[in-house]
């Protein structure tokens, strides 16, 4: 199949409803088809953008259900833009793709896009371009959305004495990996819950979207809570200690049975999509009323403190943690 066929029967065709609702019209002046995508920033927002690649065998396995890939993939990339607390809107899609692989066909590609566009679709976020050439499978999204003027939530701008909290449970993407990776055995309905919380994690997207205002830095958990909580404390030139009593554990995660290593998930594992924000003292009223109204399903965690790094307590001693978050280089 040539390039322009493939671009117009798996890429082009697919989003002609979401193309007609307003708000796509408005934003996007022009889509795929010409050598830039024309798009329309609404009026007192700024533009937040991010772009993430995934290499087959690095990422994903190349045996892995394309619609599962692109779901997580595009997922992912909108946690960034929940971290920020954005609204989604666009997002650009580079792939390479391997001639005459075992893995790769008409059929993958039917199944990626099927996935890729069921995700779009649901978040209302636009394909408005890409790339697409040959060599080892990779895939790239870009991807573009919108944010209040000086409102975006930011890493750093903690303050001494701000409340640590976290979205959700921690510690499920690690989990759901050993799950994956025949490493953990569980009860099906854990083991099924867990699949789900990997494969399609959900961008705390409403979440972020009333932090807004109450929150004073955020991002999303990708590395391990202590390792991207010490994102914020490098931004904010602060440090932060952690309650490990206090970490909020799914009922899959306390069915491991395995206190000390369900911990350690919830602490380095990585994967978990969840929300890490800051919370001054005189906002946790307001936090405290969205959690009450279940608006959002939040917990403190820890809190920011004078110095650097991040340290992790129970019962009044140092939590040791053995594992670090992953690191590519
Ligand atoms: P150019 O040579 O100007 O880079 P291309 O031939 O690469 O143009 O792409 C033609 C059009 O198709 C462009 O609008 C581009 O954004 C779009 N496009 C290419 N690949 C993809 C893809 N994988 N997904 C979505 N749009 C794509
Ligand atoms: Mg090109």
Not at 97 to 117: H, Q
Not at 276 to 294: D, R, Y
Request: proline share 4%.
């Amino acid at each position: 199949m040539r390039e322009f066929e493939l671009i117009q029967q798996f890429f082009q065709r697919e989003q002609a409803d979401l193309l007609l609702e307003e708000k796509a019209q408005v934003s996007v002046v022009l889509g795929i088809g010409d050598d830039c995508a024309l798009l329309q920033v609404p009026a007192n927002k700024q533009l937040a953008v991010s772009v993430d690649t995934l290499v087959a065998d690095v990422h994903f396995p190349a045996d892995a259900k394309p619609e599962d890939v692109a779901e997580r993939a595009l997922r992912t990339n909108l946690s960034d833009l929940a971290a920020m607390g954005a609204e989604p809107l666009w997002f650009t899609l580079a792939l390479t793709l391997p001639k005459n692989s075992e893995y790769v066909s008409e059929e993958w590609l039917r199944s990626f896009s099927c996935g890729l566009f069921r995700t779009a679709n649901h978040y209302e976020i636009v394909l408005v371009g890409g790339d697409t050439t040959s060599g080892p499978l990779s895939i790239t999204i870009q991807i573009m959305g919108a944010v209040e003027s000086h409102q975006a939530l930011r890493r750093d701008g903690a303050s001494i004495g701000d409340f640590v909290c976290v979205t959700n449970y921690l510690g499920d993407g690690a989990a759901a990996l050993a799950v994956i990776q025949n490493r953990l055995v569980l009860g099906s309905e854990h083991q099924d819950y867990l699949r789900e919380r990997f494969y399609r994690p959900t961008p705390r997207l409403l979440e972020s979207n009333l932090l807004r205002g109450i929150a004073s830095a955020a991002l999303d958990i990708s590395d391990g809570l202590v390792a991207d909580l010490n994102h914020i404390c490098e931004a904010s030139d602060l440090g932060a200690v952690i309650d490990v009593e206090n970490l909020p554990l799914s009922p899959a995660l306390i069915a491991i049975n395995d206190l000390q290593q369900a911990r350690t998930w919830a602490l380095s594992g990585g994967d978990d999509y969840e929300l890490c924000f800051t919370v001054s003292p005189e906002k946790m009223p307001e936090l405290a009323m969205l959690i009450a109204e279940g608006k959002i399903y939040a917990s403190v965690v820890g809190e920011i403190i004078a110095g650097s790094g991040v340290h992790c307590e129970l019962d009044g001693e140092t939590f040791e943690l053995v594992v670090q978050g992953y690191q590519h280089f």
